[in-house]
């Protein structure tokens, strides 16, 4: 985690954890993206990821946490409360 908000990344996962070190450590950055679901192949998600990147630009660039599986996507703004 430390190593993307030094650099500006984003980070990309399928674990779960990465939320969870969000919400514990009550970080504004790095943003996360996460991926739900069983159905978690490329040619699966493509078309989400990007849609929904695209649509949350600029929260992502602010420090956001987008889950996407393969019916929606989900926003929330850094940090995580409970």
Sequence with gaps: MNYARDRGMIVFTHDLDFSALLFHTKANSPSVIQIRGEEIRPQEMAALVIHAVKESREALEKGALLTL????????VLPLKA
């Design 69 to 76: 599986d393969a019916n929606r996507h989900r926003l929330i």
